[in-house]
């Protein structure tokens, strides 16, 4: 069975610019969840999305958006881009929203902020 | 912030020996789990505990939970230079709406 897959993988942009960041969750897992991390702030919980619908969401501004489809793929979106946004932002697939579950990691995508 | 905390922030041992690292919390979860993470790569998932067990075991590894400390521990047996990585404990809050991991511990195992 293949693995969580995230792209692009690493990614180069600038200030005040937008980027859309793609997760595709194992296959038959329908709760996707995204994490941003960074040095100074280690991993925290961006949002989770089961069914198409977002569930939980976490302290981020509302530069921070998500959307998940029908195949259960989901992506996040940034826009006006800020240099700390720059981190890793991880994606994370389970059979159901989270309660007891155990969660499966993508590689993440490299963001860059210049 | 209520990211859990984990001690120590770095830990480095030789090959062979057993290395313990802990990790303390804040709110009361529905379960606790360790995580294992590659420079800077995705995490892998180690182990769950849930918060009405006190001892869970996977190979080499050992977790424990005291609920009424609001702690885990986390406990590598003979660990070998491939255990060098970074751990990280999350919890899932009783109302199971949030997920935090804690600060993480990086562990290095010398050959």
């Known amino acids: 069975k293949a693995g969580v897959t995230q792209t692009p993988r690493y990614l180069i942009k600038t200030r005040g610019q937008q980027v859309t960041l793609s997760c595709s969750p194992i296959?038959?897992?329908?709760?996707v969840s995204w994490y941003q991390q960074t040095p100074g702030q280690g991993l925290q919980f961006l949002f989770e999305y089961f069914s198409e619908t977002q569930r939980n969401k976490g302290n981020f501004p509302g530069r921070f958006s998500g959307r998940q489809f029908s195949n259960s793929r989901s992506e996040m979106n940034v826009s006006t881009l800020e240099l700390g946004d720059s981190a890793l932002y991880l994606c994370?697939?389970?059979?159901?929203?989270?309660?007891?579950?155990?969660?499966?990691f993508g590689p993440g995508t490299r963001l860059l902020v210049l | 912030s209520q990211q859990g905390e984990e001690d120590p922030q770095a830990l480095s041992i030789q090959e062979g020996e057993n290395a313990t690292m802990n990790c303390s919390y804040k709110t009361s979860i529905n379960n606790l789990q360790w995580y294992r993470q590659n420079s800077g790569r995705g995490l892998v998932h180690l182990i769950l505990?849930?918060?009405?067990?006190r001892e869970k075991h996977s190979g080499r590894l050992r977790v424990t939970l005291d609920t009424s400390k609001k702690s885990s521990s986390l406990l590598i047996t003979a660990s070998r230079a491939a255990d060098t990585a970074s751990y990280f404990c999350?919890?899932?809050?009783?109302?199971?709406?949030?997920?935090?991991f804690g600060t993480g511990t990086s562990l290095t195992v010398i050959p």
């Open positions: 296959s038959g897992h329908r709760s």
């Open positions: 999350a919890t899932e809050g009783s109302t199971g709406n949030q997920f935090y």
């Open positions: 505990i849930r918060s009405n067990e």
């Open positions: 994370a697939s389970s059979l159901a929203p989270r309660a007891g579950g155990t969660q499966y």
